[in-house]
T-cell receptor, first 112, second 113 residues
Framework: TAGITQAPTSQILAAGRSMTLRCTQD?????MYWYRQDLGLGLRLIHY???????GKGEVPDGYSVSRANTDDFPLTLASAVPSQTSVYFC???????????FGQGTRLTVV | GENVEQHPSTLSVQEGDSAVIKCTYS??????FPWYKQELGKRPQLIID?????GEKKDQRIAVTLNKTAKHFSLHITETQPEDSAVYFC????????????FGTGTRLTIIP
């Protein structure tokens, strides 16, 4: 079972450019999440989706947008990247009625 | 919202000794407390979790204890081994409906051979 797959695994992006980080899960989980991980700050929630067609803002949503057109996919878009968005991004999912989250392998993004 | 504090940020223990990592949370309605282990360059992986209706849970060499009155919970690793070296994260949430995890800032555990 693939679980949660993220793409790309790493990317160097010029400031001002846009980029979409992809996330796909095959566990039919209702909820999906995007976290960013920065040294000393742990995992901080960017955006989430409780079910297909709905999204919500997390702790650090500015500069990011998401969509949830179907159950399996939850892309994260940076419209105009800035160096402070350099981070490791993790997608996660959880089944209905539980916060037990399973993570993708991460995307390391460097904005220069 | 929920706030989770985790201590210590780094911990070194001799192989075979025990390691304890502590977390406190702020939301008295939180009732789900997982622990994740993250090896270098890998994804966080759930290693143990506890719900508020129990005070302790064990799984082989790892255990988690919960004190709801004091709003703190701890991870205990006994008979530590080199493969226990990793970053450990605690988290808390309300575990009903569609609630989201709030993570601590992590503890880098190093096992000294």
């Amino acid at each position: 079972t693939a679980g949660i797959t993220q793409a790309p695994t790493s990317q160097i992006l010029a400031a001002g450019r846009s980029m979409t980080l992809r996330c796909t899960q095959d566990m039919r989980h209702n909820a999906m999440y995007w976290y960013r991980q920065d040294l000393g700050l742990g995992l901080r929630l960017i955006h989430y989706s409780n079910t297909a067609g709905t999204t919500g803002k997390g702790e650090v949503p500015d500069g990011y947008s998401v969509s949830r057109a179907n159950t399996d996919d939850f892309p994260l878009t940076l419209a105009s990247a800035v160096p402070s968005q350099t981070s490791v991004y993790f997608c996660a999912s959880s089944d209905f009625g539980t916060a037990k989250a399973f993570f993708g392998q991460g995307t390391r993004l460097t904005v220069v | 919202g929920e706030n989770v504090e985790q201590h210590p940020s780094t911990l070194s223990v001799q192989e075979g000794d025990s390691a304890v990592i502590k977390c406190t949370y702020s939301d008295s309605a939180s009732n789900y407390f997982p622990w994740y282990k993250q090896e270098l360059g890998k994804r966080p992986q759930l290693i143990i979790d506890i719900r508020s209706n129990v005070g302790e849970k064990k799984d082989q060499r790892i255990a988690v204890t919960l004190n709801k009155t004091a709003k703190h919970f701890s991870l205990h690793i006994t008979e530590t081994q080199p493969e226990d070296s990793a970053v450990y994260f605690c988290a808390a949430s309300r575990d009903f409906g569609n609630e989201k995890l709030t993570f601590g800032t992590g503890t880098r555990l190093t096992i000294i051979p």
